[in-house]
């Protein structure tokens, strides 16, 4: 009998609503405060930041289901369902009894899973009558999805490209303005965030924390004009899980459930977008399962941060949030996953993490490209630096399978495809890559800052 | 009721035979002709060059159907079905009552649909225990497809890519080399073909009959080594005719059947591909379909070469093929659609052409990208500079209908994707592209050469 490689679900089968993990949670997570007054936020205080749609999304820890509007679908089926791949190539290169699946978010149209949020808040702002978007963006990878999205919607869209991406990734800078989006690199003259940035630190690499202050400031300042974020709020995740719904089906039809769940960790929400909705059945009806998120060694939140009311941004334009985080003065080594080099994680990951429901392992630059190389021989598909962290804590697992001798299923997310990072594929092969060592002191330093505050 | 925008095969309907179209022609082509003999020539003239089974594809005009063979089938499944798209978007943005939709070949793990045959010829090369395989690449597209393929069956891959393109598409080399393969610029002087023309023409962009040229000659000076063709032979186009087995299914799942078929066109293996599938109930049952090549005016050899004996590369080391050409010296203008700067047309095509049973179209560089942008913003996918002479033909037809008030249905084989292309979208979107005008004078003296010979 021929092995079934590919799962994809007919279109009637894509998602019609999102899941909300935050109202099956036991342990809520602790809310977001208003820096002014101190107070516990209401969706209003975000409304001049956000869509008000997106507001109360982000606040709510009641209703677990979202419908996802029809203009938003009429989207997805431009792409969605990704496929559910069956590994048969890694597995075989490292002769584990482990069954390994990913989940392929790297065919949407802009290279990764980003459009699933930036379709719908690039919605929420149309239907809310704004004209004008702006946002941060590492890699590029969210940055591309919103400026695709803003013309799907005939929004205006203004991107703050991390200054060390805008450089080592040009083609992203490209592909968002062949969408017609407005692309400046992060730290800018443009912003007063950026300006005092810049002042402070003359060589300032850039990073999400100072890209968010600009993108924010831009929209406070500009009339009809909201900011949209591409990861660590819970409503970004939110509209995720359309991946893990999607996935669950599709491990249905492959007759398997998982037994570890893996995605990259950055803000969290291609973690959570796989893992919450399988989470779920751990929360209703106590399955096992384990969920991991796979850090940079050189941004390691998850394994060496702290749990902390911190900003979300470097300057703290934004509410205080109750996260694992290493200081919002915290300056990431310039790795090539730069959709990883974030400070802190989103507060509902924040809150399993504490509660245990989920594990985190940081995996070196080195060790990650290994792992995106050989996957990429293996099956054929190379991977976005970010998703070669969840590649190689994927296989991690599925070598322990092989020493224990147990056929575990293994399920991964490939977040992106790295065709636009090829000058990181092109370092490694040289052997010009290296890792980052990162000192206790450092951590200490910003995480320390924080405590003060 | 929803509109269905995406059609997709379940794995158990790809395709299981390529087809053949020669068998079915009423006029067959005429042979090709051994240059030192002038005999026609044999499947035995070409075991040195290529895989042996593929020498006999190649002559083959009597068997319709070849079974595809299952370790083939198994790699097809890695990406195939690819989905046939209704282009809602591209309709609404030309406000025509046609109905347009396209194969998306984009969404191969190399970005085209060049791995269908790569596949292929990398698996006959591997049965018959050849261990080391050369290329020749434009863009980059055929090359990255062939490392890939290479890998897949454990083969070394050695590609000489056009000098132009791998200057102006560096990631391609990059892909390349991630995949295991060795790239070398076209001319090089690691041939004698390439030190000859380096010789004559010191500047030498290099062009697809060039690089031809160098890896032959590297195939036939090297042991246990075959040469494989990413176009033009009439053995790749029969692999790719998964591509129009696959839309034909897929279209019924639309309910619909196309009036016109269009593809861009360099040697003709994806035109042919999306084509004669469909040509096959024109020559069998009398449909009526229109088929259209779309070709670029700095390269055109349908629209102003003439049918003649030619060398398919630079150097003479081919046999002389009976096609439509502008001279095995015409040495094509710097358009980025590397994939398109090719003299000559495959033999089947020519015959067809010849026939009347094809139409052909020549299309200017700013125009393919006016198509290429309009269709990235109306369609989320920036489409790779050759797939935007086939958008622009099918805008064009597009506009008739709208002008003439006709629903016809409109199929276009969108062949890949532009994502390493991004350069020439930025000189697109900064003004600085340009056409190449093409003098008769320029045209008739490579073409008068050939007539010498």
Redesign the interface.
């Known amino acids: 009998m ?5 799962f ?1 679900l ?2 009637e089968e894509i998602p019609t609503q999102w899941y909300n993990i935050q109202a099956d949670m036991v342990n809520k997570p602790l809310l977001p405060i208003h820096p002014a007054t101190k107070q516990p936020l209401k969706p209003e205080d975000l409304y001049p930041i956000f869509a008000e749609e997106l507001c109360k999304q982000e606040l709510d820890q009641t209703n677990p289901w979202y419908d996802i509007p ?1 203009e938003v679908r ?1 989207q997805y ?3 969605r369902s990704t496929p559910l ?1 069956r590994a048969y190539g890694l597995e075989k290169a490292l002769d584990t009894p482990a069954h390994i699946y990913f989940k392929n978010e790297s ?1 949407s ?3 990764s899973h980003k459009l699933n949020s930036a379709l719908a808040q690039a919605y929420y702002c149309k239907k809310q009558g704004v004209t004008n978007v702006t946002t941060e963006t590492g890699a590029g990878q969210w940055g591309a999805a919103l400026a ?1 999205a803003a ?2 919607f005939g929004l205006n869209a203004a991107v703050y490209q991390v200054k060390i991406s805008y450089e080592q990734k ?2 992203r800078r ?2 968002m ?4 989006a407005q692309v400046t690199p992060s730290p800018s003259m443009s912003t007063r965030a950026g300006k005092d940035i810049l002042t402070k630190y003359p060589n300032h690499q850039g990073s999400l924390g100072t890209a968010i202050s600009e993108a924010i400031e831009l929209a406070m300042s500009t009339p009809n004009c909201k900011y949209t974020l591409g990861s660590v709020l819970s409503h970004v995740t939110l509209h995720q899980t359309v991946i893990g719904q999607e996935a669950e089906k599709q491990m249905a039809m492959a007759g398997e459930y998982p037994d570890i769940i893996i995605a990259c960790f950055g803000g969290g929400s291609n973690f959570g977008g796989i893992a919450f909705p399988f989470m779920r059945h751990t929360l209703k009806e106590g399955r096992k399962t384990r969920y991991i998120a796979a850090e940079p060694a050189s941004c390691p939140k998850l394994t060496k941060g702290e749990f902390l009311y911190d900003f979300g941004d470097e300057t703290g334009y934004t509410p205080l949030l109750p996260m694992y985080t290493l200081g919002h003065n915290f300056r990431p080594a310039n790795i090539h996953a730069g959709g990883l080099r974030y400070h802190g994680a989103g507060v509902i990951v924040s809150q399993l993490l504490k509660d245990k429901m989920i594990e985190a392992v940081d995996i070196q630059q080195l060790e990650s490209f290994d792992a995106g ?1 050989l996957f ?2 293996a ?4 991977p976005a630096p970010e998703s070669c962290h969840a590649i190689a804590a994927a296989i991690k697992e599925a070598q322990r399978c092989k020493e224990a001798g147990e056929g575990k299923v293994i399920l991964f997310n490939l977040s992106g495809h790295g ?2 990072d ?2 990181a ?2 370092q490694y ?1 040289a052997g010009d890559l290296t890792n980052f060592e990162l000192s206790e002191e450092e951590i200490r330093k910003t995480i320390d800052e924080v405590k003060a505050l």
């Open positions: 021929e092995k079934k490689k590919r994809i007919p279109e029809e009429e089926k431009c792409y791949v065919v149209p802009v290279g695709y013309n799907v040009p083609y490209s592909i303005q062949t969408f017609g190389c990429a021989r099956e054929g598909i190379i065709l636009i090829m000058t594929y092109d092969l």
